[in-house]
Antibody
Framework: EAQLVESGGGLVKPGGSLTLSCAAS????????MNWVRQAPGKGLEWVSS????????YYPDSVRGRFTVSRDNGRNSLYLHMNSLRADDTAVYYC????????????WGQGTLVTVSS | QSVLTQPPSASGAPGQRVTISCSGS????????VYWYQQLPGTAPKLLIY???QRPSGVPDRFSASKSGTSASLAISGLRSEDEAEYHC???????????FGGGTKLTVL
């Protein structure tokens, strides 16, 4: 069974940095594009980044472009999100997700890791 | 402000049928597939419908979905208490090169 487990969340001051990790198991990690999706408290879902199987393509929405960097290590079955210049509106639960059909069908979702940006 | 538009809430009595709408544009819903996710209270979202109307294994056939033009809808028949959850629609956006989501619809089973 495919499984994703995020880690690395926590409390960080505005302007600070944080790196999230996601450990994948139960499937051939290197065969799937991977994404990060976040959910601010009481809000809807927001796509944060995507990375292709070989890391050749990386995409971000305007809200995080230039501040967040997605990377992966297929040998370690791991996905990462490096977050810089964090702002209060980056506060959210961050989910690691697998794109099962290359068109945005996300399954499974990890349990999420909470990032709180506050002074 | 979410790119896709969903009603914030919906409700129905046990056994009834309820529908949830999702409205977008030509660059997203009108361009490719629609997906629906179910988020039970306090848990991560789960894929409920993929590629407009396909159910992953394990999802009951009480859940169905359709798409027409730049809109989509999710229907739940034979409503049960365990269906009480937040439902999110999503679609790939050609302008964004990434997916966009609706704001979520909180379903209450009366």
């Amino acid at each position: 069974e495919a499984q994703l487990v995020e880690s690395g969340g926590g409390l960080v001051k505005p302007g600070g940095s944080l790196t999230l990790s996601c450990a994948a198991s139960g499937f051939t990690f290197g065969s799937f594009s991977m994404n990060w999706v976040r959910q601010a408290p009481g809000k809807g879902l927001e796509w944060v980044s995507s990375i292709s199987t070989g890391s050749g393509y990386k995409y971000y929405p305007d809200s995080v472009r230039g501040r967040f960097t997605v990377s992966r290590d297929n040998g370690r079955n791991s996905l990462y999100l490096h977050m810089n210049s964090l702002r209060a509106d980056d506060t959210a639960v961050y989910y690691c997700v697998r794109d099962v059909d290359g068109n945005g069908g996300f399954d499974p979702w990890g349990q999420g890791t909470l990032v709180t940006v506050s002074s | 402000q979410s790119v896709l538009t969903q009603p914030p809430s919906a409700s129905g009595a046990p056994g009834q049928r309820v529908t949830i709408s999702c409205s977008g544009s030509r660059s997203n819903i009108g361009n490719l597939y629609v997906y629906w996710y179910q988020q039970l209270p306090g848990t991560a979202p789960k894929l409920l419908i993929y590629r407009n109307n396909q159910r992953p294994s394990g999802v009951p056939d009480r859940f169905s979905a359709s798409k027409s033009g730049t809109s989509a809808s999710l229907a739940i028949s034979g409503l049960r208490s365990e269906d009480e959850a937040e439902y999110h629609c999503a679609a790939w956006d050609a302008n964004l090169s990434g997916p966009v989501f609706g704001g979520g619809t909180k379903l209450t089973v009366l």
